[in-house]
C-alpha cells in the first residue's frame, strides 16, 4: 500500500489514457452514480458543489435542475476537457475550478458562493483514513445553513477479503491508491459534525450515505 500523495493523484488522472471509470464495472459505477445523483434532490433554487467533478458529466447533468452548478477536481486535464464541454453546450450556469478535499478553495473562495448541495461520488476513497475527517469536516463548513451531503462510493459494509474476487467489479486496486473507509467510521464523523444521515448498500464494498446538516 502506497503512501497518499495529492500530486500523484492528479497525476494519474491527468494522463492521456487514464480512464477514471475504466475499472469500475459500467453496471455498479453507473448506477451508483445516478442513484447518488437523485439523493440530492435538486431544485432551481440549489447551488451544487461536485466535488471530484472529472469531465464534468454529473456537473453538466445538474446544471437543468438548479441555478448554479461548482465543479471542483485536482487535475487540470480533466478540468480543461469539462470546460471544453461546457462551452460547445453553451451551459452559463457551471464553474469548474482546482480544489480537492483537503483544500477546497484552492483556486475560488468556495465558503462564499451559497452552497446547499453537495456531489461526491467516487473519490473520497483516494484520501487515506487519517485524513478523512478534516475533508469531512471540510465539506461540512461550506454550507452556511441547512444543506445536503451525497456521498456515494467505495466504502466497506464488510471485510473486503472476502470480496477479492469482486476488486474489479466495484473499481477497488485493494489498497494501492484507493482507501475506503468502512460505514461506521464514515458515519462515526459525518454524525460527529451534526448531520443525520441515511445508508444505502448497493455492494459489500460500495454504497451511499445522505447526510443532512
Partial sequence: MQEYDKNSVAKMFDEKN????????????????????????????????????????????????????????????????????????????????????????????????????????????????????????????IFKGKGRLVLGDLMLFENPKAHIAEFNKVGYDGGESDFPATVEFLLKHLEALGAKCQVEKFHPLAGIIIADF
Fill in 18 to 141: 487514464y480512464n477514471r471509470e475504466a475499472r469500475v464495472s459500467d453496471a455498479i459505477h453507473d448506477r451508483i452514480n445516478q442513484l447518488s445523483f437523485e439523493k440530492l434532490k435538486l431544485s432551481p433554487t440549489d447551488i451544487l458543489l461536485d466535488i471530484g467533478t472529472g469531465n464534468g458529466n454529473n456537473a453538466i447533468s445538474a446544471a437543468k435542475y438548479c441555478s448554479h452548478v461548482i465543479g471542483l477536481d485536482i487535475s487540470k486535464k480533466s478540468l480543461e476537457t469539462a470546460r471544453e464541454r461546457v462551452s460547445e453546450l453553451e451551459l452559463e450556469n457551471i464553474t469548474f475550478a482546482i480544489g480537492s478535499f483537503e483544500n477546497p478553495s484552492e483556486e475560488m473562495d468556495i465558503k462564499s458562493q451559497g452552497i446547499t448541495k453537495i456531489l461526491v461520488t467516487y473519490s473520497l476513497h483516494h484520501l487515506p483514513d487519517t485524513m478523512k475527517p478534516a475533508a469531512l469536516k471540510n465539506l461540512a463548513g
